[in-house]
């Protein structure tokens, strides 16, 4: 297996002094960047909070922060990316600053990717597991919690049904306990008063880039996710062909998380004005293929490749935000 050092200490700081040079010229940039509809099922979705855009872009870092530091721990304890190296925590915090609809106003977007990984974290905790139905329980009810104020969240509940099954942790009981944390939440939240029944409503599909950016902004933002997408696939497939050969664990483990960029792709184009909800899911998976890439493979001149790649998303940024 072969791994080489390829960003070291250096370069995620560097990853992380851009991050925050892209959050603040996303803040004071002169681009619309505020998100339209309430995608909530029973609960306001966080563009409609009312928090003044400071607050919404400083909870937007805390968050950011939060999500890179659990991607960073979920790895040390399951090692589904080899070796020490900080390409997939550094690629990610570049790629997900990289797009104004990530930075510049606070949506769901961060909030599902958390969750995401905190799932994931409880799943892979459970692998082989005979009983795994505080597991499943756990896992549904935050999807289920996160439904209520963005209906994205519901569509992350196969993946994990998926998940419990190519990990072998899944059975009867568990399956009981999976469809119960799905209900639970909803049931107490009516019951005890919390929501009425005259909160719950259908989302408002409203087109979320009707001002919000200019034809050419518009033009760099999707070319940066697109680019993002299928650079995650192809990714993938290479490294499957290295991972399928090594260890039954980690290979279980990156097939979960690759089930779960596919949907986040599919979801982004057949629920594509909600698409900005899936996006640091998806960079976060691709950040876990490139990583991968590195990790399994001997690839020269690595250094320069990933300073290529941070440039390439970086000037992508520039383009997004002043054109």
Known sequence: MVHRHVMGREGMLVAIVMSLVMFATAFFADTPNTLAGNMGICLP???EWGLSPLWGWITNIILMTVVTATLFLINKEFNFVQGSDTVLTGMFIIMASSNIWVTGTLSSTLLLALANLICLLVLFGCYRKRNSTQEMFVITTILSLGSMIQYAFIFMIPVYLIGAMLLKCFNFKSLIAFLMGIIAPYWVGVGLGIISLEQFRM??????FDGYATKSGLFFG???????????????LNNSVKLYAGNTQKRLYNTVINVLGLVCAACMVIDFNNMVAYMTTVYMITAVQLANLFALWNIQYG?????????????????????
């Open 203 to 208: 989302p408002t599909f409203t087109n979320l």
């Open 222 to 236: 999707l070319l940066n996710v697109a680019v993002t997408v299928v650079t995650g696939l192809i990714l993938a």
């Open 45 to 47: 979705s966080p563009n």
């Open 303 to 323: 250094t320069r490749w990933i300073l290529s790649i941070s440039a390439l998303y970086i000037l992508g940024f520039m383009m997004m935000a002043f054109y």
